[in-house]
């Protein structure tokens, strides 16, 4: 037991407590949020950025494909351009510019030569659809007016093409390190039937400044996270977790049916739904004890009754001449037969409890079966003047456990003996219910009161009235009946009012045609 103990406390600090797990998991969800910033703010900026350039160039493509005419798409032009920082061309089968807007800088696609355009007005031409190209660009000296050969297409000869006004400073023909641009060209036909090519360039601008920028920015805001994240996991953790340490703390009581609800119990929704639950067990846990000490007390009264008449019987026909009587011999038998009842009932109540008792279904005659219970009983009582009347509607076979069925109608009668009226009279009906075999035990007693009524069936459990010894059985047949019928899945209840009996039923499944033998 104690290496159980130590294993089982080795395991827990193994695991660790809620509250270290709410930390870390808060603490690696902040660490993942930043990972992720870093990477798509400084890794995957370039590639994400041009992806989305690419994206609006070509949106504005089709805008501009569904204008329909060049004076339309002449006016969209200039308001795309701008916004959207491109070079539009429209051209006609014979190059003819039908729409043009310089919005870049050093547009290429405006200084290619009549031989580089109608070489990309054919690619499209040839393919019959939307071309797209990534290009060098190439920008001269300030007061460079000679000609300016860019470097064209990537793995393709150079186009020569003239420079018409100076650029920015970055020496004679010289290419910007990751300066890059793109050409989208794609067919157009106007609503006159005019086939065109459209084009359109843009100049993807390095992010580098960008992203030291963003790396500066994000070295603050890691910092400043990080430490947010570590009071706000603190916070959290110690919120969340300390109603459940609370009602950790006090369910260790519950195994002495004492449980007080703790001061951060109803924080939560679902942590007051648990306390409410194990203050129910806590209640629950303290009734079946004292049941139980009342079952004690009351099995022991009624092992004590026959124990004390054999005996005394016993020593009267030992130690008294004449004594040695029929009668008396068969007063010993009875309660003989009577302890053996008790304990017999005793050990099946204890292996019911336990799941031990296997259950043989089978079709048989109930009726038949109800019959000879009645008639045993009515014989062994009506010494007493108790009399068990048994009224069947038609002859009834079920499916279900001969044996364990008729514990539950000898149970039941017995139970209806020990509290029937004055009239000592007990009533067994037997009738179909809905495509059930449905039976009926009725006594003439006081009745159940309506408070009482959810509860007789509990185990351990008695009515108020003073314990009274049994007629028949043991005074665990409702325990017994309840166990029984619900290993059969078979409903069954009780209907009682105060002054007027009560009435325990229950139904079992009706076998078929072919089962029953009709």
């Known amino acids: 037991m104690k290496r159980n103990k130590e294993t089982g406390g080795a395991r827990r600090l193994a695991r660790g407590g809620i509250r270290t797990r709410v930390y870390l998991y808060l603490m690696l969800f902040g660490v993942l949020l930043i990972v992720l910033l870093w990477l798509f703010q400084t890794v995957f900026l370039d590639s994400f950025y041009r992806g989305q350039r690419m994206r609006q160039v070509a949106a504005t493509a089709d805008r501009l494909a569904e204008a329909g005419d060049t004076q339309t798409m002449q006016e969209l032009a200039d308001s795309l351009a701008v916004r959207n920082d491109v070079s539009i061309l429209l051209l006609d089968g014979e190059l003819k510019r039908l729409v043009n807007v310089e919005g870049t800088r050093f547009s290429m696609i405006h ?3 009549a031989a580089q355009l109608r070489e990309l007005a054919e690619e499209v031409q040839a393919q019959g659809g939307t071309v797209t190209r990534e290009v060098v660009p190439a920008f001269p000296e300030p007061g460079d007016t000679e000609i300016w050969e860019p470097e064209g297409f990537p793995g393709r000869e150079g186009f020569p093409g003239r420079v018409g006004t100076p650029g920015e400073d970055r020496g004679r023909g010289a290419v910007w ?28 601008t390095p992010v580098t400044a960008t992203v030291d920028t963003l790396r500066a920015e994000l070295v603050i805001i890691t910092a400043v996270v990080l430490a ?3 009071l706000l996991a603190f916070v959290i953790s110690r919120r969340v977790t300390e109603p459940i340490i609370e009602t950790n703390r006090e369910a260790r ?12 119990a109803d924080d939560y929704r ?8 194990l203050e129910k067990a806590a209640e629950e846990l ?35 001449p004449g004594e040695n ?10 309660e003989t037969a009577r302890l053996t009842t008790l304990v017999n009932e005793l050990l099946d109540f204890s292996r019911m409890q336990a799941g031990t008792v296997a259950m043989s279904i089978a079709p048989f005659d109930l009726t038949a079966e109800t019959a000879a219970i009645v008639a045993r009983v009515d014989k062994m009582v009506a010494k007493d003047g108790y009399v068990v009347r048994f009224e069947p509607a038609q002859s009834l076979t079920v499916r279900a456990d001969v044996t364990r069925i008729g514990q539950v109608i000898y149970n039941l009668i017995g139970n209806a003996l ?31 009161a309506p408070d009482e009524l959810p509860l007789i069936w509990n185990r351990y459990y008695r009515t108020r009235e003073t314990h009274r010894r049994a007629v028949i059985g043991s005074g665990l047949g409702l325990n017994i009946v309840r166990t029984v019928l619900e290993q059969h899945h078979a409903p069954y209840g009780v209907e009682s009012a105060v002054g007027s009996g009560t009435v325990f039923w229950f139904e079992l499944e009706l076998a078929g045609e072919d089962e029953s033998g009709v």
């Open 325 to 334: 009587t029929p009668e008396n011999m068969q007063t010993v038998i009875d």
């Open 270 to 277: 679902e942590i007051a739904e648990l306390n409410d639950t």
């Open 253 to 264: 009581a519950l195994a002495r049916a004492a449980y007080r609800r703790p001061k951060h």
């Open 286 to 320: 303290g009734q079946v004890e004292k049941l139980q000490h009342e079952l004690i007390a009351n099995i022991s009264h009624d092992l004590r009754t026959p124990l004390t008449m054999i005996s005394g019987y016993a020593e009267v026909m030992r130690d008294i």
């Open 177 to 204: 390190e990751n300066f890059t641009a793109y050409i989208l060209a794609r067919p157009v036909t106007l609503d006159d039937g005019t086939a065109c090519t459209l084009l359109l360039y843009t100049q993807i």
């Open 418 to 448: 020990t509290y029937t009226g004055a009239d000592r009279t007990v009533t067994v009906t037997q009738f179909v219910r809905d495509g059930r075999a449905r039976t009926e035990i009725r006594d003439t007693g006081k009745g159940i």
């Open 111 to 113: 200084r290619y030569s």
């Open 228 to 230: 947010g994240m570590l």
